[in-house]
């Protein structure tokens, strides 16, 4: 039996990251897919789960059962609570490395993410939904990822990864919305002008755990 569930689509960053982490810690878990624009929603087993918290959630993790509401958190969890099971450079082993994880896992959370969520909504989801797209946040928050990324750019020229020389949840939490960003047109200049970013992207993306999960992103979804 699976140790771990998880409800949710490949394709959202949220579930993507905890898959991520699912596999760099050799967890064993199941994946009930649910799929945010379709009927799958009314899975019973999803239905029970839609209210409960973040805090109820980590409890629920101990007893084997995870519904991914936070990824960042729920997998600052199953980093700490699987310590000595696959990747065990995930969370960092001491305080100095913990807390330059959580440093860079704060700016990805507070600076990457806002406008890299706002670039894949409007460039990759918004099409596929019949939105409209808003060409003015595009910019804006094209210009606001450069900045953050010129950041980035310095930081990578001295440690091999974000929060050292080694990978850990600061690079992974990246991983969803950099993917679909290198993928456009419009949006891999911003990594690949960058030379230090750009080798940092290629050795994260290279990791077995996110191209297994890629893989799923390309599984056709099950029908209900």
């Not at 750009?198 to 992103?217: F, G, H």
Request: proline share 4%.
């Amino acid at each position: 039996m699976a140790s771990v569930k998880v409800f949710g689509s490949p394709t959202s960053a949220e579930v993507a990251r905890v898959l991520t982490c699912l596999f760099e810690k050799e967890i064993e878990f199941q994946l009930i897919r649910v799929d945010n624009y379709k009927g799958q929603r009314r899975l019973p087993e999803y239905l029970k789960l839609q209210a409960i918290t973040l805090a109820s959630v980590l409890v629920a993790a101990i007893r084997c059962f995870v519904l991914v509401a936070d990824s960042r958190e729920i997998c600052r969890h199953l980093a700490h609570k699987y310590a000595d099971q696959g990747n065990r450079d995930l969370l960092g082993s001491g305080t100095l490395e913990r807390a330059s994880i959580e440093q860079w896992l704060q700016t990805e959370a507070q600076n990457f993410d806002p406008p890299s969520s706002a670039l894949v909504f409007n460039l990759a989801f918004a099409p596929l939904l019949r939105l409209d797209q808003d060409w003015d946040v595009v910019e804006r928050s094209m210009k606001k990822l450069a900045k953050v990324l010129d950041i980035y750019e310095r930081r990578l020229d001295e440690t091999e990864f974000l929060a050292g020389n080694k990978f850990t949840l600061a690079d992974l939490s990246h991983l969803p919305n950099a993917h679909r960003l290198v993928a456009d047109d419009k949006c891999r200049s911003l990594f690949t002008s960058r030379k230090k970013v750009y080798r940092w992207w290629e050795a994260i993306s290279s990791r077995p755990s996110w191209k297994r999960v890629v893989q799923m992103q390309q599984e056709p979804p099950h029908v209900v």
